[in-house]
């Protein structure tokens, strides 16, 4: 690994633990909400708040981390699929599986306009946070052989 790979790893990973520290506040307020039938605004608020950070925390992951890695490791790019199956092999998540729904739910989230729909992706981000959440933790601790 060249100096600038090492740089762009470096700025790459607090990125990531920024995002991460930002989802992990959203997702424990809105947890302590839990499930109910309607919402205050300001409720609606921080459920908001919280798709977006996951969103954007599952981007920095799978588009940036994971890409950078496969750089890093001289990896054919290949697609988003190929991404998330190869981080499933280096151990960055558990499930590749897992990590595809994650990534249908990002998806959904910048596309979905039904309110009916909202929540069940309210409920969906809840269930699937604590992964994106072990995942940073899983990126950090590979990436320390590259860091030293």
């Known amino acids: 690994m060249n100096r600038e790979e090492k740089e762009l790893l470096e700025n790459e990973l607090k990125h990531l633990e920024q995002s991460g520290r930002m989802l992990k506040h959203s997702y424990d307020k809105c947890y302590a909400l839990a499930m109910k039938e309607e919402y205050s605004f300001d409720e609606l608020d921080s459920f908001e708040a919280l798709t977006s950070r996951f969103a954007r925390t599952s981007d920095v ?65 809840l269930e699937f946070t604590p992964t994106i959440l072990e995942s940073i933790s899983r990126v950090h601790k590979y990436c320390e052989k590259y860091l030293g």
């Open 61 to 125: 992951l799978i588009q940036k981390i994971f890409r950078l890695l496969d750089i890093i490791e001289l990896e054919s790019e290949g697609s988003t699929i190929d991404r998330i199956n190869r981080a499933e092999g280096r151990g960055l998540i558990e499930d590749a599986e897992i990590l595809k729904d994650i990534r249908r739910l990002r998806n959904d989230i910048a596309h979905e306009y039904k309110h009916s729909a909202v929540e069940q992706i309210f409920r969906n981000v």
